[in-house]
């Protein structure tokens, strides 16, 4: 389940993961790793490709969103809410988020809180796409 999750947690804005069924890999390549090997350096990538899945974008995942949740729900302290808060007013929030939660040992508590919201986003993916994945 970690796995999932952090893989949602590497999505950012200007880098978008693509999935390939054919390796069954997640990486930044529009195309796998075989069809690098043999495509045509001047051949188009196909728009609508039944192999390489573009995943959920940084805006559709809305991370902003699922940590100021966490942080109004989970955080009682306050000195922490406002820490947390000032971090997600920047631009680029996510690792500073994330690297504060963990000095200050609510990172396991935000996977508990907020995992099952980065699961749900992944299963949505995965059935809009056609692509069976076993979540326990």
Avoid at 100 to 126: H, M, P, S, T, V
Wanted: hydrophobic share 40%; with cysteine; charged share 35%.
């Amino acid at each position: 389940m970690n796995t999932v999750i952090d893989l949602m947690l590497a999505v950012r804005d200007s880098r978008p993961v693509f999935y390939h069924k054919d390796t069954n890999q997640f990486d930044y390549w529009p195309i796998s790793e075989i069809e690098r090997e043999t495509l045509d350096p001047n051949a188009r990538i196909p728009y609508k490709d039944l192999n390489n899945f573009r995943f959920p974008t940084y805006e559709k995942i809305d991370h902003g969103e699922i940590m100021r949740f966490y942080v109004k729900e989970f955080v009682e302290d306050k000195a922490v809410r406002k820490q947390l808060f000032d971090i997600l007013r920047r631009d680029e929030y996510m690792d500073l988020y994330l690297d504060k939660l963990r000095e200050l040992d609510l990172y396991n508590d935000f996977i508990d809180a907020c995992g099952d919201i980065y699961i749900q986003i992944f299963e949505e993916w995965a059935e809009e796409n056609g692509l069976d994945f076993r979540i326990k």
